[in-house]
Nanobody, 120 residues
Framework: QVQLVESGGGLVQPGGTLRLSCAASGLTFTHYSMSWYRQAPGRELELLATIDDFTHKTTYADSVKDRFTIWRDDVESTVSLQMSRLEFQDTAVYYC?????????????WGQGIQVTVSP
């Protein structure tokens, strides 16, 4: 079974730093582009960052490009997101996403989501 398991969420103060990790299993990790999304209460699902499988090119949403960093470990089959200078607006459920890049409409998998709360 394909599984994406997020970890590292929790409560952090404004201005703080938090690192999320996603462990993938049941798939050939190097075939997948990996992304982080988030959804805050009452807001749309938001794509934050993507790291490609082939080139390892990274792409960031404008709102987080100066604060968040995505990277992947193709040996451990993990993708991480370091979030710095966190703001209350960053409070959301964060999701790990995997997309098979061998086809235009390849298989897509999602993690269960993990809560990040920014509060004094």
């Amino acid at each position: 079974q394909v599984q994406l398991v997020e970890s590292g969420g929790g409560l952090v103060q404004p201005g703080g730093t938090l690192r999320l990790s996603c462990a993938a299993s049941g798939l050939t990790f190097t075939h997948y582009s990996m992304s982080w999304y988030r959804q805050a209460p009452g807001r749309e699902l938001e794509l934050l960052a993507t790291i490609d499988d082939f080139t390892h090119k990274t792409t960031y949403a404008d709102s987080v490009k100066d604060r968040f960093t995505i990277w992947r470990d193709d040996v451990e089959s993990t993708v991480s997101l370091q979030m710095s200078r966190l703001e209350f607006q960053d409070t959301a459920v964060y999701y790990c996403n995997a997309r098979d890049s061998r086809a235009i409409w390849g298989a897509v998998y999602w993690g269960q989501g993990i809560q990040v709360t920014v509060s004094p």
